[in-house]
């Protein structure tokens, strides 16, 4: 089986202060995890992925992510917030094997100017 | 490449009524997927298909029905609706010959049932 937790409903950040967005993941083999972002009143977004490799990945809008294997976590994260970054963000786990996503209940994400 | 598109945008039916959404993608995608989005409560897969011709049940199924007749098309059937059927759709596509590849999603349909 496999399951996504966002512990967060909202993260409020100021403009131009880093922002973090958290996920944790259970699978049973090796996971495959992306950040999908969605603007109001339009459809996710896909923002990165880690399959393997470098811990750090690198995604659209200057956002990345790290992957912690040993606390199954994959945070999404970027260095200087902006209040065009305000968004409901969404992690979603795919196990090796498996054909479908699970995705969290989302972060909504408020930077304030 | 228009992606993934989705008709209708918005639709309010009454209860007991049917219909059907649309999604059509022109990117030559095998797998395609339908999600129900509620508030608080993320996206919940309905039906998936990884061909023309096969589908299957994801984890909310009930009072749904899909076919998948080409690559292109992957229509959404209700066939009573209901109020617990009130929601946003999404239908989604990836390639799926590679298993590192993403999901494309279209704008969605809001469907409200009274």
């Known amino acids: 089986a496999q399951s996504v937790a966002q512990p967060e409903d909202q993260v409020n950040v100021a403009e131009g202060n880093p922002l973090t967005v958290k996920c944790t993941y259970s699978?049973?083999?090796?996971?495959?995890l992306f950040w999908y972002v969605q603007y109001p009143n339009r459809g996710l977004q896909f923002l990165l992925k880690?399959?393997?490799?470098?811990?750090l990945v690198k995604g659209s809008y200057g956002f990345e992510a790290e992957f912690n294997k040993s606390q199954t976590s994959f945070h999404l994260k970027k260095p200087s917030a902006l209040v065009s970054d305000s968004a409901l963000y969404f992690c979603a786990v795919r196990d090796s094997g498996y054909s479908t996503l699970t995705f969290g209940k989302g972060t909504m994400l408020l930077v304030s100017p | 490449n228009a992606g993934v598109t989705q008709t209708p945008k918005f639709r309010i039916l009454k209860i007991g009524q049917s219909m059907t959404l649309q999604c059509t993608q022109d990117m030559n995608h095998n797998y395609m997927y339908w999600y129900r989005q509620d508030p608080g409560m993320g996206l919940k897969l309905i039906y998936y298909s990884v061909g023309a011709g096969i589908t299957d049940k994801g984890e909310v199924p009930n009072g749904y029905n899909v076919s998948r007749s080409t690559t292109e098309d992957f229509p959404l059937r209700l066939e009573l609706a209901a109020p617990s059927q009130t929601s946003v759709y999404f239908c989604?596509?990836?390639?799926?010959?590679?298993?590192?590849?993403?999901?494309?999603f279209g704008p969605g349909t809001r469907l409200t049932v009274l």
């Open positions: 989604a596509s990836r390639t799926g010959t590679d298993y590192r590849d993403e999901q494309f």
């Open positions: 699978v049973s083999g090796n996971p495959y």
């Open positions: 880690y399959i393997t490799g470098d811990n």
